[in-house]
């Protein structure tokens, strides 16, 4: 069966073409789950100055586009199709997509393979040669190049994971959460669920090869499940997002080595709160002085605020999302709004960033989509 693209992924497009979208108009796209009353990826807008979120259409015919990611050029998007049995595999696939730089449509190139099982995050890399891979229930990674068109070639490295952790019911297998390309497109980080491990890989973009690095990793708290990873902009600091525990540690970072150093753990609800749900994102800041990260259950975003010198995190507070289960959220390429999305309640909310404090205030403004699942924005050219 050949899946239609998966448009899950919200991707909060800049507007390439002045003609076409006025100044203050921001394009992006909304992944989802298409389970339920989804009907694929969703093309959106926001006014940059106010929040205000308008749907603009929808691409049809595409199963579980949970998670996208755009090229370097804007001209490409790669979305996982989160599945287990891929042309009769025990695989799920990654879509290669044409994007129109008028309209922001998108047009189907060709699917790959991921090389296991429910692919769940990629991330093209810096020069625009690859897509990376992380699959959840196969518990591996994949590197698959891209052709001068925008294609997809076969993977030309794969890696199984191996092991398990404490968790008898979440941690018997890997289950690679995340991948994503350090500032120097050198060194690959891997948050795996299931071994309580943030792993990292050599990467050479040219040759498409992932190759364990020395040291493999580093190790979280038993039982805390890492989830999404996020680089600080100074290059220095690491922050991964644990969702069985529901706390974010703190890593320092050598990037000549591709080496981390513990520096803190800290939790995601606030003082005094039920230890209840579990977490899923985490983003720091354009300005590199506040993190985010999303709490499923408790449906909140947790602020903290950075240390510039030591890259530790103060508590600052915890929003309510206005709505269950915050999947994914991202932040606009000003750093002015945070946009939430609410997959059981299948909206996504605008919140304001105090630029002082980091604080979040609602807008009122919010826009109803169906099961959204990840946020993207297209840089500005």
């Known amino acids: 069966?050949?899946?239609?693209?998966?448009?899950?992924?919200?991707?909060?497009?800049?507007?390439?073409?002045?003609?076409?979208?006025?100044?203050?108009?921001?394009?992006?796209?909304?992944?989802?789950?298409?389970?339920?009353?989804?009907?694929?990826?969703?093309?959106?807008?926001?006014?940059?100055?106010?929040?205000?979120?308008?749907?603009?259409?929808?691409?049809?015919?595409?199963?579980?586009?949970?998670?996208?990611?755009?090229?370097?050029?804007?001209?490409?998007?790669?979305?996982?199709?989160?599945?287990?049995?891929?042309?009769?595999?025990?695989?799920?696939?990654?879509?290669?997509?044409?994007?129109?730089?008028?309209?922001?449509?998108?047009?189907?190139?060709?699917?790959?393979?991921?090389?296991?099982?429910?692919?769940?995050?990629?991330?093209?890399?810096?020069?625009?040669?690859?897509?990376?891979?992380?699959?959840?229930?196969?518990?591996?990674?994949?590197?698959?190049?891209?052709?001068?068109?925008?294609?997809l070639r076969a993977a030309s490295s794969a890696i199984q994971h191996m092991g398990s952790s404490v968790n008898p019911q979440r941690q018997k297998a890997p289950h690679a959460h995340s991948i994503n390309l350090d500032a120097a497109n050198r060194f690959a980080v891997v948050g795996d669920l299931g071994l309580d491990q943030v792993l990292v890989y050599r990467f050479d973009g040219g040759k498409g090869a992932l190759v364990a690095n020395d040291p493999a990793g580093i190790a979280v708290k038993p039982g805390a499940g890492p989830r999404h990873f996020t680089f600080h902009p100074s290059g220095r600091f690491g922050y991964v997002i644990n969702e069985l525990d529901r706390t974010v540690t703190a890593f320092g970072y050598d990037a000549a080595q591709g080496k981390f150093k513990t520096l803190q753990s800290i939790t995601t609800l606030p003082p005094g709160a039920k230890p209840i749900g579990s977490t899923a994102e985490v983003r720091v800041h354009p300005s590199g002085k506040f993190l985010y990260g999303s709490n499923r259950g408790h449906d909140s975003i947790v602020v903290y605020r950075i240390d510039k010198d030591t890259g530790k995190l103060t508590y600052v507070e915890n929003e309510s999302t206005q709505g269950k289960t915050p999947r994914n959220f991202t932040l606009d390429p000003s750093g002015k709004f945070l946009l939430a999305e609410n997959?059981?309640?299948?909206?996504?909310?605008?919140?304001?960033?105090?630029?002082?404090?980091?604080?979040?205030?609602?807008?009122?403004?919010?826009?109803?989509?169906?099961?959204?699942?990840?946020?993207?924005?297209?840089?500005?050219?």
Do not use: W
């Not at 979040?360 to 050219?381: D, K, M, N, Q, Y």
């Open 343 to 381: 997959q059981q309640s299948n909206s996504i909310v605008v919140f304001a960033i105090h630029p002082e404090t980091g604080a979040l205030e609602p807008t009122g403004h919010a826009l109803e989509i169906p099961s959204p699942v990840c946020i993207r924005f297209i840089a500005s050219p």
């Open 1 to 151: 069966m050949k899946l239609a693209l998966p448009f899950f992924c919200l991707l909060l497009a800049t507007v390439i073409s002045p003609a076409v979208l006025p100044a203050a108009k921001l394009r992006f796209y909304v992944g989802t789950y298409t389970r339920g009353e989804s009907e694929g990826i969703y093309v959106c807008e926001m006014d940059s100055e106010t929040g205000a979120l308008t749907r603009k259409g929808v691409t049809r015919d595409v199963v579980n586009p949970s998670f996208v990611a755009i090229h370097p050029n804007r001209k490409y998007l790669y979305a996982v199709n989160e599945i287990g049995d891929f042309q009769r595999e025990k695989s799920g696939a990654v879509s290669a997509f044409a994007i129109d730089g008028d309209t922001g449509g998108l047009t189907l190139l060709n699917q790959q393979s991921s090389r296991g099982g429910t692919p769940c995050h990629l991330v093209v890399d810096a020069a625009g040669k690859n897509v990376l891979v992380a699959n959840y229930t196969g518990g591996s990674i994949a590197c698959l190049p891209i052709a001068a068109d925008g294609r």
